[in-house]
């Protein structure tokens, strides 16, 4: 069974700080490139970062640049965002993805709300 489950979303004020977790279970984590996408209401979802076997960073969404630290631990099957300097723009579902390097497959947790509000 195929499980990427998000943690550390929640209430936080303009200029905080968050850090999110997705444990990863049923596949070879340390083969999957792990990325951070986000999707507000009515809006289209978006990368934020994505991060390659080796803890490599790919992808980092502009709006986020400088604020945002993706790393992954393979030997806890996790990958981390840190997020700085939180604005209320940042309020989204913040959810994480697999994707195989070597195929086509892809995965995807349920997502975790993240609220930057005052």
């Known amino acids: 069974q195929v499980q990427l489950v998000e943690s550390g979303g929640g209430l936080v004020q303009p200029g905080g700080s968050l850090k999110l977790s997705c444990a990863a279970s049923?596949?070879?984590?340390?083969?999957?490139?792990m990325s951070w996408y986000r999707q507000a209401p009515g809006k289209e979802r978006e990368l934020v970062a994505s991060?390659?076997?080796?803890?490599?960073?790919?992808n980092t969404a502009n709006s986020m640049e400088g604020r945002i630290t993706v790393s992954r631990d393979n030997a806890k099957n996790t990958v981390y965002l840190q997020m700085d300097s939180l604005k209320p723009e940042d309020t989204a579902v913040y959810y994480c993805?697999?994707?195989?390097?070597?195929?086509?497959?892809?995965?995807w947790g349920q997502g975790t709300q993240v609220t930057v509000s005052t």
């Open positions: 991060i390659t076997t080796t803890g490599g960073i790919t």
């Open positions: 993805s697999a994707r195989f390097v070597l195929g086509s497959r892809n995965y």
């Open positions: 049923g596949f070879t984590f340390s083969n999957y490139v």
